[in-house]
Nanobody, 119 residues
Framework: QLQASGGGLVQAGGSLRLSCAASERTFSVYAMGWFRQAPGRDREFVAA????????LYAESVKGRFTISGDNAKNTVYMQMNDLKPEDTAVYYC??????????????WGRGTLVTVSS
């Protein structure tokens, strides 16, 4: 199971840190990622990280503002979100899978956490 947390309401320019803890059963997967879905829009990739190598991928829209990191001992991946913008408002989902990819090809998905950025 994946448990995401850390969402909330923040003003534009502010910061939030999302966390996603993976249970032992899903820890063997290769990568974890974050996706988001805004109202009326399709789900989109945000960032992903490979557990073993630390390699990362980012969507162009968040490069330089968001940072994904992980704590292997805690089976947890984090996403530090800085300089948040109203267009970052969405439900954020974490996912785990066998590939480090920007596609939605992840095997496990957690419940979302809502991030709301006010202007």
């Amino acid at each position: 199971q994946l448990q995401a947390s850390g969402g909330g309401l923040v003003q534009a320019g502010g910061s939030l840190r999302l966390s996603c803890a993976a249970s032992e059963r899903t820890f063997s997967v290769y990568a974890m990622g974050w996706f988001r879905q805004a109202p009326g829009r399709d789900r989109e990739f945000v960032a992903a990280r490979a557990w073993s190598t630390g390699s990362t991928l980012y969507a162009e829209s968040v490069k330089g503002r968001f940072t994904i990191s992980g704590d292997n001992a805690k089976n947890t991946v984090y996403m530090q979100m800085n300089d948040l913008k109203p267009e970052d408002t969405a439900v954020y989902y974490c996912a785990a899978g066998r590939l480090l990819t920007m596609s939605g090809r992840y095997d496990y998905w957690g419940r979302g956490t809502l991030v709301t950025v006010s202007s």
